[in-house]
Protein backbone atom coordinates (compact mmCIF):
# COMPACT_ATOMS: atom_id res chain seq x y z
CA UNK A 1 0.00 0.00 0.00
CA UNK A 2 1.43 3.42 -0.87
CA UNK A 3 -0.04 6.63 0.30
CA UNK A 4 0.58 10.26 -0.40
CA UNK A 5 1.45 12.16 3.00
CA UNK A 6 2.81 15.66 4.01
CA UNK A 7 4.78 16.76 7.08
CA UNK A 8 6.56 20.13 8.33
CA UNK A 9 10.23 20.79 8.42
CA UNK A 10 10.99 24.17 10.12
CA UNK A 11 7.55 25.29 9.07
CA UNK A 12 7.77 24.21 5.59
CA UNK A 13 5.65 21.70 3.83
CA UNK A 14 7.32 18.60 2.30
CA UNK A 15 5.39 16.14 0.04
CA UNK A 16 6.19 12.79 1.06
CA UNK A 17 4.88 8.94 0.04
CA UNK A 18 4.45 6.46 2.96
CA UNK A 19 4.74 2.34 1.71
CA UNK A 20 3.00 -0.11 3.85
CA UNK A 21 3.49 -3.80 3.54
CA UNK A 22 0.32 -5.32 2.57
CA UNK A 23 0.64 -7.86 5.36
CA UNK A 24 1.00 -6.39 8.33
CA UNK A 25 -1.95 -7.30 10.80
CA UNK A 26 -4.57 -5.26 12.57
CA UNK A 27 -2.68 -3.21 15.29
CA UNK A 28 1.18 -4.11 14.09
CA UNK A 29 4.28 -2.36 13.94
CA UNK A 30 6.76 -2.60 12.08
CA UNK A 31 10.26 -1.32 11.62
CA UNK A 32 10.96 1.95 9.27
CA UNK A 33 13.41 3.38 6.83
CA UNK A 34 13.64 6.74 5.56
CA UNK A 35 14.99 6.78 2.11
CA UNK A 36 17.53 10.00 1.45
CA UNK A 37 17.75 11.21 -2.51
CA UNK A 38 21.30 12.47 -4.48
CA UNK A 39 21.81 15.85 -5.54
CA UNK A 40 19.15 17.52 -6.43
CA UNK A 41 17.25 15.00 -6.46
CA UNK A 42 13.27 14.15 -6.48
CA UNK A 43 11.50 11.74 -5.05
CA UNK A 44 9.63 10.70 -8.27
CA UNK A 45 12.92 8.48 -9.62
CA UNK A 46 15.17 5.76 -7.58
CA UNK A 47 13.42 6.11 -4.59
CA UNK A 48 10.33 3.77 -5.69
CA UNK A 49 12.03 1.26 -6.66
CA UNK A 50 14.10 1.44 -3.24
CA UNK A 51 10.88 1.52 -1.49
CA UNK A 52 9.53 -0.90 -3.09
CA UNK A 53 13.03 -3.62 -2.52
CA UNK A 54 12.34 -2.49 1.54
CA UNK A 55 8.43 -2.92 1.87
CA UNK A 56 8.66 -6.22 0.05
CA UNK A 57 11.12 -7.05 3.23
CA UNK A 58 8.37 -6.15 5.85
CA UNK A 59 9.26 -2.59 6.20
CA UNK A 60 7.67 0.80 6.53
CA UNK A 61 9.18 3.00 3.90
CA UNK A 62 8.69 6.75 3.36
CA UNK A 63 10.28 8.85 0.93
CA UNK A 64 10.12 12.37 0.72
CA UNK A 65 11.14 15.78 -1.52
CA UNK A 66 13.35 18.47 0.40
CA UNK A 67 12.31 21.57 0.80
CA UNK A 68 12.63 23.55 -2.54
CA UNK A 69 12.79 20.44 -4.79
CA UNK A 70 9.96 18.25 -6.41
CA UNK A 71 6.28 18.85 -4.78
CA UNK A 72 7.69 20.10 -1.62
CA UNK A 73 7.31 24.05 -0.31
CA UNK A 74 10.33 26.33 0.41
CA UNK A 75 12.62 28.64 -1.51
CA UNK A 76 12.68 26.76 -5.23
CA UNK A 77 16.05 24.79 -5.34
CA UNK A 78 17.84 26.28 -2.06
CA UNK A 79 20.13 22.87 -1.40
CA UNK A 80 21.82 23.81 2.01
CA UNK A 81 22.80 20.18 3.28
CA UNK A 82 22.11 21.12 7.21
CA UNK A 83 18.82 22.00 5.96
CA UNK A 84 18.23 18.63 4.53
CA UNK A 85 19.44 16.85 7.44
CA UNK A 86 17.15 18.96 9.37
CA UNK A 87 14.11 17.51 7.08
CA UNK A 88 15.63 13.82 7.09
CA UNK A 89 15.54 14.34 11.09
CA UNK A 90 12.34 15.37 10.60
CA UNK A 91 11.06 12.77 8.66
CA UNK A 92 12.39 10.32 11.66
CA UNK A 93 9.81 12.15 13.44
CA UNK A 94 6.81 11.98 10.66
CA UNK A 95 7.55 7.98 10.08
CA UNK A 96 7.50 7.11 13.86
CA UNK A 97 4.40 8.92 14.35
CA UNK A 98 2.75 6.48 11.86
CA UNK A 99 0.56 3.62 13.56
CA UNK A 100 2.27 0.84 11.59
CA UNK A 101 5.86 1.99 12.47
CA UNK A 102 7.56 1.00 15.77
CA UNK A 103 9.21 4.45 16.77
CA UNK A 104 12.30 2.82 18.84
CA UNK A 105 13.01 0.93 15.13
CA UNK A 106 13.99 3.40 12.57
CA UNK A 107 16.65 3.02 10.06
CA UNK A 108 18.30 5.27 7.33
CA UNK A 109 19.14 4.00 3.72
CA UNK A 110 21.12 7.29 1.52
CA UNK A 111 22.14 7.68 -1.99
CA UNK A 112 25.16 9.80 -3.51
CA UNK A 113 24.99 12.90 -1.81
CA UNK A 114 21.49 11.35 0.29
CA UNK A 115 24.20 8.91 1.93
CA UNK A 116 26.33 11.79 3.10
CA UNK A 117 23.17 13.45 4.40
CA UNK A 118 21.98 10.25 5.87
CA UNK A 119 25.58 9.65 7.83
CA UNK A 120 25.19 13.24 9.17
CA UNK A 121 21.54 13.18 9.93
CA UNK A 122 22.03 9.29 11.95
CA UNK A 123 25.30 11.05 13.47
CA UNK A 124 22.93 13.90 15.50
CA UNK A 125 20.30 12.10 16.05
CA UNK A 126 20.22 8.38 17.63
CA UNK A 127 16.98 7.53 16.64
CA UNK A 128 18.51 6.18 13.32
CA UNK A 129 19.37 2.76 15.03
CA UNK A 130 20.80 1.48 11.15
CA UNK A 131 22.16 3.07 8.29
CA UNK A 132 23.17 2.17 4.16
CA UNK A 133 25.34 4.75 2.84
CA UNK A 134 26.02 4.16 -0.74
CA UNK A 135 28.31 6.18 -3.23
CA UNK A 136 28.64 8.58 -0.24
CA UNK A 137 30.46 12.09 -0.44
CA UNK A 138 32.41 12.62 2.88
CA UNK A 139 33.87 16.16 2.15
CA UNK A 140 32.16 18.69 -0.02
CA UNK A 141 35.25 20.66 -0.61
CA UNK A 142 37.48 17.91 -1.43
CA UNK A 143 34.62 16.36 -3.67
CA UNK A 144 33.77 19.11 -6.02
CA UNK A 145 37.58 20.34 -6.59
CA UNK A 146 37.82 16.36 -7.67
CA UNK A 147 35.55 17.15 -9.90
CA UNK A 148 37.59 20.22 -12.34
CA UNK A 149 40.59 20.98 -13.06
CA UNK A 150 42.87 23.48 -11.07
CA UNK A 151 41.86 26.64 -13.25
CA UNK A 152 38.22 25.53 -12.97
CA UNK A 153 38.55 25.65 -9.23
CA UNK A 154 40.25 28.70 -8.89
CA UNK A 155 37.56 30.73 -10.75
CA UNK A 156 34.57 28.90 -8.42
CA UNK A 157 36.44 29.87 -5.62
CA UNK A 158 36.38 33.66 -7.15
CA UNK A 159 32.73 33.48 -7.96
CA UNK A 160 31.57 32.05 -4.58
CA UNK A 161 33.62 34.88 -2.79
CA UNK A 162 32.07 38.02 -5.11
CA UNK A 163 28.46 36.43 -4.50
CA UNK A 164 29.56 36.66 -0.85
CA UNK A 165 29.43 40.08 -1.53
CA UNK A 166 26.39 40.13 -3.58
CA UNK A 167 24.32 38.92 -1.13
CA UNK A 168 25.53 40.80 1.56
CA UNK A 169 25.03 44.31 -0.44
CA UNK A 170 21.57 42.83 -2.33
CA UNK A 171 20.18 39.81 -0.55
CA UNK A 172 20.34 37.88 -3.78
CA UNK A 173 22.39 35.11 -4.72
CA UNK A 174 23.20 33.52 -8.57
CA UNK A 175 21.66 31.18 -9.93
CA UNK A 176 23.47 28.62 -12.02
CA UNK A 177 23.42 25.85 -14.11
CA UNK A 178 23.77 22.33 -11.61
CA UNK A 179 26.44 21.46 -13.77
CA UNK A 180 28.52 24.66 -13.06
CA UNK A 181 28.25 23.69 -9.45
CA UNK A 182 28.79 19.58 -9.87
CA UNK A 183 30.72 19.10 -13.63
CA UNK A 184 29.00 15.60 -14.35
CA UNK A 185 31.14 12.75 -15.47
CA UNK A 186 30.08 10.95 -18.99
CA UNK A 187 28.30 8.43 -17.17
CA UNK A 188 25.75 11.42 -15.01
CA UNK A 189 25.43 13.54 -18.07
CA UNK A 190 23.84 10.70 -19.93
CA UNK A 191 21.98 9.67 -16.65
CA UNK A 192 20.74 13.56 -16.24
CA UNK A 193 19.75 13.42 -20.07
CA UNK A 194 17.85 10.40 -19.67
CA UNK A 195 16.35 11.18 -16.51
CA UNK A 196 15.08 14.83 -18.07
CA UNK A 197 13.38 13.09 -20.29
CA UNK A 198 11.06 10.84 -18.22
CA UNK A 199 10.83 13.57 -15.37
CA UNK A 200 11.25 16.50 -16.93
CA UNK A 201 10.17 18.06 -13.43
CA UNK A 202 13.41 17.19 -12.06
CA UNK A 203 15.24 20.05 -13.75
CA UNK A 204 16.39 22.83 -11.73
CA UNK A 205 18.78 25.50 -11.02
CA UNK A 206 21.18 25.97 -8.23
CA UNK A 207 22.51 29.67 -6.14
CA UNK A 208 26.34 29.69 -5.49
CA UNK A 209 25.12 30.08 -2.27
CA UNK A 210 24.17 26.13 -2.09
CA UNK A 211 27.31 25.54 -3.64
CA UNK A 212 29.33 27.50 -0.79
CA UNK A 213 27.63 25.27 1.59
CA UNK A 214 28.16 22.47 -0.16
CA UNK A 215 31.90 23.26 0.16
CA UNK A 216 31.62 23.84 3.86
CA UNK A 217 29.90 20.76 4.21
CA UNK A 218 31.62 17.91 6.53
CA UNK A 219 29.92 14.35 7.04
CA UNK A 220 33.06 12.80 7.47
CA UNK A 221 33.71 14.89 10.97
CA UNK A 222 30.75 13.08 12.23
CA UNK A 223 30.66 9.77 11.32
CA UNK A 224 32.65 8.87 14.62
CA UNK A 225 29.20 9.80 16.44
CA UNK A 226 27.07 7.08 14.58
CA UNK A 227 28.62 4.58 17.20
CA UNK A 228 27.35 1.85 18.72
CA UNK A 229 24.57 1.79 16.09
CA UNK A 230 25.45 0.10 13.06
CA UNK A 231 26.59 1.93 9.75
CA UNK A 232 27.02 0.12 6.09
CA UNK A 233 29.10 1.79 3.35
CA UNK A 234 28.74 0.48 -0.17
CA UNK A 235 31.13 1.82 -2.92
CA UNK A 236 31.73 1.02 -6.56
CA UNK A 237 35.23 0.66 -8.37
CA UNK A 238 34.71 2.61 -11.24
CA UNK A 239 33.10 5.69 -9.58
CA UNK A 240 33.15 8.60 -11.87
CA UNK A 241 31.15 11.12 -9.73
CA UNK A 242 32.75 10.29 -6.37
CA UNK A 243 36.07 9.51 -5.92
CA UNK A 244 36.60 6.38 -3.72
CA UNK A 245 39.01 7.78 -1.28
CA UNK A 246 36.39 10.56 -0.36
CA UNK A 247 33.58 7.77 -0.08
CA UNK A 248 36.60 5.96 2.09
CA UNK A 249 36.94 8.68 4.52
CA UNK A 250 33.40 8.44 6.04
CA UNK A 251 34.25 4.45 6.70
CA UNK A 252 37.49 5.25 8.07
CA UNK A 253 36.12 7.69 10.36
CA UNK A 254 33.48 6.09 11.59
CA UNK A 255 33.60 3.81 14.61
CA UNK A 256 32.37 -0.06 14.76
CA UNK A 257 29.82 -1.65 14.08
CA UNK A 258 31.02 -0.86 10.51
CA UNK A 259 31.03 -2.37 7.53
CA UNK A 260 32.48 -1.19 3.64
CA UNK A 261 31.63 -3.21 0.31
CA UNK A 262 33.27 -2.40 -2.42
CA UNK A 263 31.22 -3.05 -5.72
CA UNK A 264 33.52 -4.59 -8.70
CA UNK A 265 32.93 -3.30 -12.04
CA UNK A 266 30.41 -0.18 -11.77
CA UNK A 267 30.07 3.28 -12.07
CA UNK A 268 28.35 5.78 -10.26
CA UNK A 269 25.13 5.23 -11.22
CA UNK A 270 24.99 1.12 -12.19
CA UNK A 271 23.18 0.52 -8.82
CA UNK A 272 20.39 2.16 -9.68
CA UNK A 273 18.73 -0.40 -11.90
CA UNK A 274 19.38 -4.05 -13.02
CA UNK A 275 21.53 -6.38 -11.83
CA UNK A 276 23.88 -3.80 -10.16
CA UNK A 277 20.58 -2.59 -7.91
CA UNK A 278 19.96 -6.09 -7.39
CA UNK A 279 23.61 -6.99 -6.33
CA UNK A 280 23.45 -3.82 -3.99
CA UNK A 281 19.89 -4.65 -2.09
CA UNK A 282 21.81 -8.02 -1.63
CA UNK A 283 24.41 -6.18 0.76
CA UNK A 284 22.11 -3.56 2.14
CA UNK A 285 19.04 -5.80 2.77
CA UNK A 286 20.90 -8.46 4.85
CA UNK A 287 22.26 -5.55 6.52
CA UNK A 288 19.12 -4.28 7.68
CA UNK A 289 18.15 -7.94 8.57
CA UNK A 290 20.64 -8.49 11.09
CA UNK A 291 20.74 -5.13 13.09
CA UNK A 292 17.15 -3.83 12.37
CA UNK A 293 15.14 -6.95 11.51
CA UNK A 294 11.64 -5.60 9.73
CA UNK A 295 9.57 -7.30 12.42
CA UNK A 296 10.97 -6.80 16.25
CA UNK A 297 13.34 -10.15 17.09
CA UNK A 298 11.84 -12.80 19.29
CA UNK A 299 13.85 -14.38 21.60
CA UNK A 300 16.40 -17.36 20.34
CA UNK A 301 14.49 -16.97 16.77
CA UNK A 302 16.68 -15.95 13.36
CA UNK A 303 15.34 -13.19 11.27
CA UNK A 304 14.84 -14.27 7.72
CA UNK A 305 17.64 -13.01 5.61
CA UNK A 306 19.91 -11.81 8.77
CA UNK A 307 23.22 -13.79 7.49
CA UNK A 308 26.23 -11.66 7.56
CA UNK A 309 27.30 -10.61 3.76
CA UNK A 310 30.81 -10.35 3.12
CA UNK A 311 31.97 -8.34 0.76
Not at 206 to 230: F, K, T
Request: aromatic share 8%; proline share 7%; net charge negative.
Amino acid sequence: MERPERFYSAGIRLAADLHVPDDLAPGERRAGIVLCHGFGAIKAFTLPDLARSYVEAGYVVLRFDHRGFGESGGTRWRLMPLEQVEDIRNAITFLGLQPEVDADRIGLHGGSFGGANAVYAAALDDRAKCVVATVAVGNGERWLRSLRPNWQWILLQRRIRADRDRRVRTGDSEMVSPDEVMPPDPETEDRHRETLQAFPEREFRLSLESAEAVLEYRPEDVADRIAPRPVLFIQVEDDGLVANDISRELFDRARQPKELVVLRGMMHHSIAAGAPYRQMMGHALPWFGRHLPARAPVEGVREPGSEPVRS
